[in-house]
């Protein structure tokens, strides 16, 4: 025990010779710590403002990596940078040597000047307040974050005051800017929180009609000796438009009252008879693309609620306030060149200095430009009878705007059970644990939405209402058996009536896919038309399943489809190496034998559907024979897709909107306007009872 004491003793005394980090390296962080986090900082916002856009229309996973990343670097780094300028600050004034006036602007005052852009920079671009919905809930946490760190900048500002050069008044300039940053931010994520956004949505509380009163006045009547009955009046409909939207004034400013109005459905609120005659009488008069086109338009302003800071900024008011804030910028980057003396400073801290403001002007400016260009400024201009035509600039009077990605993703069983696409640096992913996760990524690939889906769908739905013998609502719990009774498949209701929804989706997706590969492509264009968008439905469902299964109702998919897979990989593999698509769906077409069903021999306890599949897809082949295989299918999966799209929340339908959104989202808000939803829970209003004398 005594050795081990010397021992220690013995460290104690030499234990600069176990110092794992060598002074070299912290003299060089000491030194240059600060400029690199605050170039880092600069890299940041420009990574936000530059993808907290994109991320609007693009799906990929890298564009949302890299945000992530900027996002989390973004208001770390600032806080970091503040705290190092706060300690740089407090040495010199409580140094107890003589100072020079150089040390001193090195130390203290030009780092003390970074300090309002690093606030700058807390306020964060207006293109993202909020990577996540979950950012929204927080907005307090966000408020006493910022709060703090502002207090920290206050407090160099104090530090430096009152300075040996302008550079503590320029700041004070940069101070305001920032602040007004901060404060947007804030607002705009408290105003996008769900519980906000509820509340300001509802209007005020409706007692309805007296009923005391109106019952008073029966009895006083029926006492004075009339003979009295009630009679129902019927609030009057919402009188039809038919003038032309572009008459009205244009998609845009139409898609914005649709959605101040239909907004309510994302927070789980109820639609009145008023809203769905007022929307009705807008969309009868359009073509699918036009439709299509309104909906895009709508999950725009839906995005820029929830995610940015369009509510607090995409005002005439914000407009002149980011105009503002241009001038004042702008006004210290020329208050820097002219008043202060660069000589003094190293070059790297000029060039830093020069970068900060100089990137912080740009930003602004890009900022007003990408306000003007957008479909808030062509709904302003629609209220106030003006049009883009009073703009000089042509980026500005014919914009080109993208709402979305216009593709949906696609997800083939069969592909993956075949192992098309074998993994690379296979051990690497088991032992990070991410194999499983890159399975889905790997095979995933993408389709457009042509305008012969958005006919399909549209015109169904059309269809569907039209038929005045069911309510429109009663195709949100249908799966599937509307369009199967219709055309008198009824060999085929066990596939939706009997089995649970993501096993119909399995079912079908594998009668298509065997379907499409095992027949000779048809020359007839709608029969090809309806081949196609079928597929493509099929794998985009699939690949909700599977990779977003909290957007379908509650079901054991995931297990349905893994238990799938694994066992037409075993038969893949028994048979042979099998490497193409239409030799392995015959082989599975031939397995079927319809006097041995496959759940007879295969129990419960395995939840594969592959040979389900297969019975489906042979029976729909026998029905091809004299009917519309095709036409029957588009239909079926159609119907699938709109029960999907009616039973996810609004909540899921919101989330998905930060990553490229979904085709789901736009079918499902389509469905409201057309009255195919279950939110139209008004569907008389108030009686309005009169007395009438017998």
């Not at 009878?385 to 705007?401: D, E, I, M, N, T």
């Not at 644990?433 to 890159?438: C, L, N, T, V």
């Not at 698509?581 to 496959?598: F, G, I, S």
């Amino acid at each position: 025990m005594s050795s081990i004491a010397i021992g220690f003793l013995a460290l104690g005394d030499h234990k600069k010779l176990l110092e794992m980090i060598p002074d070299h390296v912290k003299k060089t962080w000491n030194e240059w710590a600060l400029e690199g986090l605050v170039l880092i900082s600069i890299a940041s916002q420009i990574v936000l403002f530059l993808l907290g856009n994109l991320r609007k229309h693009n799906p990929r996973t890298r564009i949302r990596i890299s945000l992530w990343c900027a996002y989390l670097l973004a208001y770390a780094v600032a806080s970091g940078a503040l705290s190092i300028i706060t300690r740089s600050a407090l040495d010199v004034c409580n140094t107890s040597r003589p100072i020079s006036k150089y040390e001193k602007l090195n130390t203290n005052e030009l780092m003390s000047f970074w300090a309002p852009f690093l606030l700058l920079h807390l306020g964060g671009p207006d293109t993202i307040t909020a990577y996540s919905l979950e950012d929204n809930e927080l907005w307090l946490r966000h408020l006493a974050e910022v709060g703090f760190q502002s207090g920290i900048a206050i407090y160099i500002l104090l530090l430096s005051w009152p300075g040996c050069s302008d550079l503590p008044l320029l700041s004070i300039l940069v101070y305001i800017a920032g602040f007004i940053k901060c404060f947007e931010r804030i607002r705009a994520l408290r105003l996008a929180n769900t519980e906000n956004l509820r509340d300001s949505m509802l209007g005020s509380p409706d007692p309805g009609p007296n009923y005391p009163k109106f019952v008073e006045n029966y009895r006083l009547k029926k006492s004075q000796g009339f003979n009295l009955s009630v009679e129902e009046v019927p609030e009057s409909q919402y009188p039809v438009n038919d003038t032309h939207p572009e008459v009205r004034g244009g998609v845009i400013p139409e898609a914005y009252a649709l959605f101040q109005t239909f907004k309510r459905i994302f927070v789980d609120l109820i639609l009145t008879f008023e809203d769905k005659d007022k929307s009705q009488s807008y969309f009868c008069q359009l073509k699918s693309r036009d439709a299509f086109l309104a909906i895009e338009i709508e999950l725009g302003f839906a995005y820029d609620m929830l995610y940015t800071k369009a509510n607090v900024v995409y005002t005439f008011v914000g407009l002149v306030v980011r105009v503002t804030s241009v001038f004042i910028l702008l006004m210290v980057l020329v208050g820097f060149c002219f008043l202060c003396d660069v000589d003094e400073y190293r070059v790297v801290d000029i060039a830093i200095t020069y970068l900060l403001s100089g990137t912080a002007v740009i930003m602004e400016i890009f900022s007003v430009i990408t306000m003007l260009r957008s479909d808030w400024t062509d709904v302003w201009l629609s209220q106030h009878k003006y049009s883009r035509s009073v703009f000089k600039l042509r980026f500005l009077k014919q914009p080109r705007k993208l709402r979305w990605c216009g593709s949906i993703a696609q997800l083939e069983l069969l592909s993956v059970a075949l192992e098309e696409k074998p993994a690379r640096l296979l051990t690497i992913q088991k032992f990070l644990e991410i194999d499983k996760y890159r399975v889905k990524h790997r095979y995933k690939t993408y389709s457009q939405v042509s305008n012969s889906l958005k006919d399909l769908i549209y015109n169904q739905f059309q269809e569907f209402m039209s038929d005045g013998s069911s309510d429109p609502k009663a195709l949100c719990n249908h799966k599937g058996s509307f369009s199967l009774r219709k055309n008198e498949c009824d060999d085929l209701l066990w596939s939706i009536t009997e089995v649970e929804f993501d096993q119909s989706i399995i079912l079908w997706h594998i009668a298509t896919t065997l379907c499409y590969y095992s027949e000779e492509l048809d020359n007839q264009g709608d029969i090809n038309v309806c081949r196609e968008e079928s597929k493509h439905i099929s794998d985009y469902m699939l690949y909700l399943l599977v990779s977003y299964p909290v957007m379908l109702p509650i079901g054991i998919g995931m297990i349905r489809y893994r238990d799938t897979c694994a066992e037409a990989t075993r038969y893949f593999k028994e048979s042979g190496p099998v490497t193409d698509k239409v030799v392995a769906c015959n082989k599975l077409l031939e397995v079927y034998c319809p006097e041995v069903l496959p759940s007879k021999v295969k129990g419960d306890r395995s939840k594969s559907a592959l040979f389900d599949g297969c019975r489906l897809a042979s029976t729909l082949k026998e029905i091809g024979k004299t009917k519309d295989m095709w036409k029957v299918m588009s239909q079926v999966w159609i119907e699938i897709l709109a029960y999907a799209a009616t039973h996810c929340r609004g909540f899921q339908h919101e989330q998905q909107l930060r990553k490229g959104g979904e085709f789901l989202t736009h079918v499902w808000l389509l469905m409201a306007h057309l009255g195919i939803t279950e939110q139209f829970q008004v569907s008389q209003g108030h009686a309005r009872a009169k007395l009438a004398r017998s």
